[in-house]
């Protein structure tokens, strides 16, 4: 069983979040939810759970639809001053 060395958090399947740490067995659904190797005590021991290849290759470099671009806009100012009164 793989160790980390620092503590995660990892959502399982229905969005419950899963704190592990050093001292806990990671069970086989976190191993492969984990995607930062920095996090494994042994980084050779770190699973390779990377994508599949079916689906980089599913990955295109082009979108399927024209981006829309829009005209750029002016930056964006704070609030209006308070108006003072005339002395």
Do not use: C
Request: proline letters at 13%.
């Amino acid at each position: 069983m793989s160790q980390l060395n620092t503590y995660v958090h990892v959502q399982d399947d229905r969005m419950v979040t899963h704190i592990f740490g050093p001292d806990d067995q990671v069970p086989e659904w976190a191993v492969k939810a984990i995607s930062n190797p920095a996090v494994w005590a042994d980084r050779d021991e770190y699973p390779s759970v990377g994508p599949s290849s079916d689906a980089v290759a599913e990955v295109k470099s082009e979108p399927d639809v024209p981006v829309a671009y829009s005209e750029p806009q002016p930056p964006r100012r704070g609030r209006k001053p308070a108006a003072k009164d005339a002395v």
